[in-house]
């Protein structure tokens, strides 16, 4: 039986595409989908709240982002916190039918919020942690600001933490 991995991630094709969401794409459409199913939790781009692309079962949640021909504007912080929260609340929807084996965050942004609290309610869930923003800490503290205490508990929850540089470890 195939294990099943539920990923978080803030951006995901065809619309929101950087260097995160093409190393994502790498990866699972890499993997037999006899040995892992990938569901992930993404913000709603687009037309469709569900979609299949690649090896992943894409689920769209929060406030539905307007897609200008092929571009995206910049996302504001009311729509990230909005996921935050209907990501947290999808997952365990998810998890109730799906029954996680592990829950992978790629970034330790606003999806490694949401991660974070599906791991506080499911700690025997292995939670891996793929850094790959190109951020100084200095930058991270600055922006998160008052969350910031909460965001070092990203990394702290994590079971595994994978860097894609020696810089990011």
């Not at 913000?43 to 929060?62: P, S």
């Not at 909005?82 to 942004?109: E, N, P, Q």
Request: charged share 20%; glycine share 4%; with cysteine.
């Amino acid at each position: 039986m195939a294990k099943r991995v539920l990923i978080f991630s803030l951006a995901y094709y065809p619309h929101l595409v950087a260097g995160a969401e093409v190393a994502i794409k790498e990866i699972t459409d890499r993997i037999s989908t006899d040995e892992i199913e990938f569901d992930m939790v993404t913000l709603f781009a687009g037309k469709e709240r569900f979609e299949r692309v690649g090896n992943i079962n894409v689920y769209r949640v929060g406030l539905k982002i307007p897609v200008i021909g092929n571009r995206i504007p910049n996302i504001s912080y009311p729509i990230k916190f909005v996921y935050v929260a209907t990501a947290f609340f999808k997952s365990l929807l998810l998890h109730r039918k799906r029954r996680y084996d592990l829950i992978w965050s790629v970034m330790a942004s606003f999806n490694g919020f949401s991660a974070l609290f599906f791991k506080c309610l499911h700690r025997k869930i292995p939670f891996i942690l793929t850094l790959q923003e190109g951020d100084t800490a200095e930058h991270i503290k600055k922006a998160s600001n008052i969350m910031y205490p909460l965001y070092v508990q990203i990394f702290k929850f994590a079971d595994q933490i994978q860097a894609i540089s020696s810089f990011l470890a």
